[in-house]
Each structure stands twice: as structure tokens, then as C-alpha cells.
């Protein structure tokens, strides 16, 4: 994997360095450091390579860029593919409240999967994946299984059935008990169903979750019922209207509203 981590100055640097250098050293055939503020920042690249111990087979590099943070990861990223962006949450608490700086604005510009650090520093042990029941899933499952493979962790599917209050003529009402829904035969079912096979030939141990309700409160409940460390979600572009509503604008809430790590998963990694 080549990974790009901004270890410039920001709110929660430390915990993005601390959390990257859980796995980022057995995962990662290159890494690069990037800081915004030019030159006067550039210590804290050297600082980041003590922090994250990473072995000598792994390719450094350092990036020095003008400007904010956001700029200097978006220009970096640019340059070349990469398949994870790491960095901490770019806002302070009270920023995230003004509606012209929502948190994802960033993650929604990269064009790879992104994982944003925020609050305490966890040991990474248990991934809630909140999978839309699509096949777009899969990405999200491999990506969260980089992650969990080498730090021994566990990975639970979760799937929401949507209760939003909006009705569709011709749909037919869909089964409110988990064991009955896991069952079925529906594409969600089927979905979670391989997914979780997938995750299991891989060593990883798996559960699987089904709640029923609004799809945002639904996942926040759960991962803080589970006591989760990072919580795994795809998003893709969108094809219309509804789609944009109802995917795009649940990964940017999920961005605002979550106390935690976040991974967002757009493509399948390099093998």
C-alpha cells in the first residue's frame, strides 16, 4: 500500500500519528509526510518518523507545502495514487458547529479512502462496518480488513433497515426481526452473508448486526452500545438526486456527528 499521512500541525496530530503507527508499518510499502506551513513546519515530518517506528523496507517520504493543511493534502494527493489518506480531525470542536466548515469537506474532495482520526487514541480492536448492503460493501470490507488482520481485530457488519419517513408506492414492507432478515433472500442479506465469509477465510473473526431505524442514529447507537474503535463506511458518487440525499449527505453527517476514528472506503486497495 502507498499511504499519504499529514503530520503537520492541527488539533489532533498526536492521536493521528499514534493511531497510524498501529499498523501502518506492516501494511504500507511506502509512506509519505506531508505538512502544510512550509519550511518552519518541517521538523514535525521528522518528528512523525520517530512516532510511527516504521521499518527500514518501508519507503519515507517528505513532503514540505505551503498553505493550510487541507491544501497541502490535497496537493500531495495529487501527485501521485495512493490507496489511504491519514490524518486527524483538521477542526476544533466549536469550528464543526459553523455549516460552512463541515468536516468532510475534505474527504469528500480526495479521491481515495481516507482515514480520519478523532478523540482519544485506541487501541484498534473492534471495526464497526456499516454497510449499505450494496457492492460497494466489499471495498469497505477489504479495506477494513487491512486494518484488522495484523492488529489481531474483530469486524462487525452492520446493516440498517431504513425506517426514514418517506414512502414509495409499490414497496413491500420489509422483515423488523435481525434473525429473520439474515436470513432471507434479499440483496442486503446476501450482501452481509459473503461479506462475512470473505472476512472469515481471512482469519478475522466476524459478527453481524441488523438494527431497524433511522439509518445515522441507528450506527451511532450501535457503536456506542459496541464500544467500537473505528468505524468503517463507503461512499461512491452519487448517480441522481436521491442517491446524493440519502449516501452522500449519510457519510458527511457520519463525518460531523462521529466521536470517532473514521475509515472511508471508495476503492478497492492495491493487492
Known amino acids: 500500500m502507498n499511504v499519504l499521512i499529514y503530520a503537520g500541525p492541527g488539533p489532533w496530530r498526536d492521536e493521528a500519528l499514534a493511531t497510524a503507527a498501529q499498523f501502518v508499518g506492516q501494511v504500507a510499502a511506502s509512506v509519505t509526510l506531508v505538512t502544510g506551513g512550509g519550511i518552519r513546519n518541517a521538523d514535525l515530518l521528522d518528528d512523525a518518523i520517530v512516532r510511527l517506528s516504521l521499518p527500514p523496507d518501508v519507503d519515507v517520504r517528505r513532503r514540505v507545502v505551503e498553505g493550510a493543511p487541507q491544501e497541502a493534502i490535497l496537493t500531495v494527493a495529487s501527485e501521485s495514487t495512493y490507496d489511504l489518506v491519514i490524518f486527524g480531525r483538521l477542526q476544533r470542536p466549536l469550528e464543526r458547529l459553523l455549516p460552512i466548515r463541515r468536516s468532510d469537506a475534505l474527504t469528500r474532495r480526495l479521491r481515495t479512502a481516507v482515514l480520519r482520526v478523532s ?4 487501541p484498534i480492536r473492534r471495526i464497526l462496518l456499516a454497510s449499505g448492503g450494496d457492492q460497494h460493501t466489499f471495498a469497505t470490507v477489504r479495506y477494513a480488513a487491512l486494518l484488522a488482520t495484523p492488529l489481531e481485530a474483530s469486524v462487525t457488519l452492520l446493516h440498517v433497515v431504513s425506517q ?11 422483515t423488523a426481526d435481525e434473525a429473520s432478515f439474515l436470513a432471507g433472500e434479499t440483496p442486503e442479506a446476501d450482501t452481509l452473508r459473503r461479506a462475512a465469509a470473505w472476512l472469515r477465510e481471512r482469519g478475522i473473526t466476524v459478527a453481524v448486526r441488523v438494527r431497524f431505524g433511522l439509518v445515522l442514529d441507528e ?11 473505528i468505524l468503517a463506511v463507503g461512499t461512491h458518487h452519487a448517480a441522481g438526486p436521491l442517491d446524493r440525499v440519502l449516501l452522500e449527505d449519510l457519510t458527511g453527517d457520519l463525518l460531523d456527528r462521529c466521536p470517532r476514528t473514521v475509515l472511508v472506503a471508495r476503492r478497492i486497495p492495491h493487492d
Open 164 to 174: 426514514q419517513p418517506v414512502v414509495f408506492e409499490g414497496l413491500t414492507p420489509l
Open 119 to 122: 478523540g482519544p487514541v485506541r
Open 219 to 229: 450506527i451511532l447507537a450501535e457503536l456506542d452500545e459496541g464500544d467500537y474503535d
